[in-house]
């Protein structure tokens, strides 16, 4: 049990997520958004905080979002993307 703790702890927030998300997680959605914005944090080379910065909110609330700890309000997501100088795009789409 100690070794399976220790190995999760090795892992970053894109791959516990992207776990989540493979193995059908209720939570999908919401881990796949959490995904996103982990992803162009890093890629704009910004730290939890500097983000929480730019979007006036705090690096608990980020961490929590990338966690996928709680869904995130769309307005706080719309704070995140122009943050992160990135489109928020919301799709309807049929189910198979």
């Given at each position: 049990?100690?070794?399976?703790?220790?190995?999760?702890?090795?892992?970053?927030?894109?791959e516990?997520?992207?776990?989540?998300?493979?193995?059908?997680?209720?939570?999908?959605?919401?881990?796949?958004?959490?995904?996103?914005?982990?992803?162009?944090?890093?890629?704009?080379g910004?730290?939890?905080?500097?983000?929480?910065?730019?979007?006036?909110?705090?690096?608990?609330?980020?961490?929590?979002l990338?966690?996928?700890?709680?869904?995130?309000?769309?307005?706080?997501?719309?704070?995140?993307?122009?943050?992160?100088?990135?489109?928020?795009?919301?799709?309807?789409?049929?189910?198979?």
């Amino acid at each position: 049990m100690a070794a399976k703790a220790r190995a999760e702890t090795t892992k970053g927030p894109v791959e516990r997520l992207h776990e989540r998300i493979v193995a059908g997680d209720r939570g999908w959605f919401f881990a796949k958004i959490a995904g996103r914005v982990a992803e162009q944090r890093v890629a704009k080379g910004l730290s939890q905080r500097e983000l929480a910065e730019l979007c006036g909110t705090t690096q608990s609330a980020i961490a929590r979002l990338e966690r996928g700890g709680r869904p995130p309000r769309i307005d706080t997501l719309l704070r995140i993307a122009e943050a992160l100088d990135c489109e928020l795009v919301v799709e309807l789409e049929p189910r198979k």
